[in-house]
């Protein structure tokens, strides 16, 4: 059983930057794939990246070269670093965790309340 929360967000003009924090509960945290996922209003929830145990990564196509996500299992945390944000960026952000291959989305078990990123242009 894993227990995730997030904080870090906040509302930022265009342009700006923002650190989302996952922090997890667990001994075993290190051996999840964890994952970013995002849902503005009226659309549906958006894989936006997610790490492997073995620190292997994925990014949506829409955030490569502007997020960066990371973790530090000695904190079991998870970090994403999110530069140049743009309007479409705002959405309410989730981390989650899996067991299983980190490009599954259906795979993500666990998940966070959410934390809210807003973007003003």
């Known amino acids: 059983q894993v227990q995730l929360v997030e904080s870090g967000g906040g509302l930022v003009e265009a342009g700006a930057s923002l650190r989302l924090s996952c922090a997890a509960s667990?001994?075993?945290?290190?051996?999840?794939?964890v994952g970013w996922f995002r849902q503005a209003p009226g659309k549906k929830r958006e894989f936006v990246t997610a790490?492997?145990?073995?620190?292997?990564?994925y990014y949506v196509d829409s955030v490569k070269g502007r997020f960066a996500i990371s973790r530090d299992n000695a904190k079991n945390t998870v970090y994403l670093q999110m530069d140049s944000l743009r309007p479409e960026d705002t959405a309410v952000y989730y981390c989650?965790?899996?067991?299983?291959?980190?490009?599954?989305?259906?795979?993500?078990?666990?998940w966070g309340q959410g934390t809210q990123v807003t973007v003003s242009s």
């Open positions: 790490i492997s145990w073995q620190f292997r990564t």
């Open positions: 989650a965790a899996s067991h299983g291959d980190y490009r599954d989305y259906g795979g993500y078990t666990f």
């Open positions: 667990g001994r075993t945290f290190g051996s999840y794939a």
